[in-house]
């Protein structure tokens, strides 16, 4: 009996359905189609390169174990990626890209000013709005009645 794109793919989404929140499935993998399935490797359509991006860098071992499960140890991932919504459905507006099978990628650290970090923590939202809306960098202010008497000052109130 010959495999089908469709029965691995659903077999897949079973396995990945399992490992991540209903919320993270029905974003990223509900959308997917099989489209082919040519000895061990399959080609999956996705629906944009934003989605295939995403998949590489947040899911590709989940998607690599599922698949790997399904069509053995030799088994690789090609993604269709279409270009136009409107003419999904044409050959033209699709390129095909093979899974690039990489680590996750580590997000750099970003280090805040202690300063700053503690202005956006511990001041109430009213200062932080304040703050947003004449667009000067902000200060260490003691409470929110400061801003409305600056604010009172400023319309000449």
């Given amino acids: ?59 590709i071992k989940l998607l690599k174990s599922a698949i790997t499960k399904e069509l053995g140890p030799d088994a690789r991932l090609v993604y269709s990626i279409v270009m136009d919504q409107d003419t999904a459905h044409l050959e033209v507006n699709k390129v095909d890209i093979p899974s690039s099978n990489r680590g996750p990628i580590e997000n750099p650290q970003v280090s805040l000013p202690t300063r700053l970090l503690v202005f956006i923590v511990a001041r109430p939202a009213a200062c932080l709005a304040a703050h947003a809306a004449d667009l000067s960098p902000p200060h260490l202010c003691t409470c929110a009645a400061r801003h409305a008497r600056r604010a009172r000052r400023a319309s000449g109130g």
């Fill in 1 to 59: 009996m010959e495999r089908t794109a469709e029965a691995v793919w659903r077999n897949c989404l079973n396995y990945v359905q399992d490992n991540i929140s209903p919320q993270a499935y029905k974003t990223w993998f509900l959308p997917i189609r099989p489209v082919k399935l040519q000895s061990k490797v399959i080609t999956l359509q996705v629906p944009s390169k934003f989605v295939y991006e995403w998949l590489e860098a947040h899911y």
